[in-house]
Structure formats: structure tokens, C-alpha cells
């Protein structure tokens, strides 16, 4: 089972970017589509985004669409999240896994966005 570790959180702005990043463990990786989640205190997990095997773009939250960006590096096994124009509603820890959900979850990276 491949595992991930997700990074590049903080504390920014509202109008503000981050990019986090997921390193997978080994290139495996590569063979899955996958997934950047988050989950927000008191409320439900959800899919921000997803990305083929193949780097084609499966989906975005709308509540995302046209702020974020989702990519992949072959070379550096690793799925990126470009979050551009970044919302207090943004505020969660964001992790990645394959796009169900079914692989192992790791930490996650914590993303606070402030007013």
C-alpha cells in the first residue's frame, strides 16, 4: 500500500496561496488517480479534487473551481494543490489519497485562512 505525507500548509490571508504537496512512498504512485481532500472541524471529509493516473483532471469541488489546481510529478512521485485566492471557508487539514478514499490516510497538513 502506498503511503503519503502531505505538506506546505500555514496560516495566510484571505486572498492569499499555498501550494501543499503529497510525497508518495514509492512509485506505485504513479498507477493510481488521486485525490486532495480536506476535512473542517465538525464537519465531513470531502473530495477538493482529483486527477487521473494519466495527470487528465477527473474533478473539482465548486466550491473550488477556478482557485485551485491539482497536478502531479512522475519524477518526484509527488501530487500537487495550488490553492490561489484563499477563503476563511478554505480553513481545514488537507490530505491526499487515492480519488476514493481507500488507501491509508496520513496526517494531513493544516490550512487556516483568516479574515
Known amino acids: 500500500q502506498v503511503h503519503m505525507e502531505e505538506s506546505g500548509g500555514g496560516l495566510v490571508q484571505a486572498g492569499g496561496s499555498l501550494r501543499l504537496s503529497c510525497a508518495a512512498s514509492d512509485r506505485a504512485f504513479s498507477r493510481y488517480d488521486m485525490g486532495w481532500f480536506r476535512q473542517a472541524p465538525g464537519k465531513e471529509r470531502e473530495l477538493v479534487a482529483a486527477?487521473?493516473?494519466?495527470?487528465?483532471?477527473?474533478t473539482y469541488a465548486d466550491s473550488v473551481k477556478g482557485r485551485f489546481t491539482i497536478s502531479r510529478d512522475f519524477a518526484k512521485n509527488t501530487l500537487y494543490l495550488q490553492m490561489n485566492s484563499l477563503k476563511p471557508e478554505d480553513t481545514a487539514v488537507y490530505l491526499c489519497n487515492d480519488r476514493y478514499g481507500m488507501g491509508s490516510w496520513g496526517k494531513g497538513t493544516l490550512v487556516t485562512v483568516s479574515a
Open positions: 486527477i487521473r493516473w494519466s495527470g487528465e483532471i477527473i
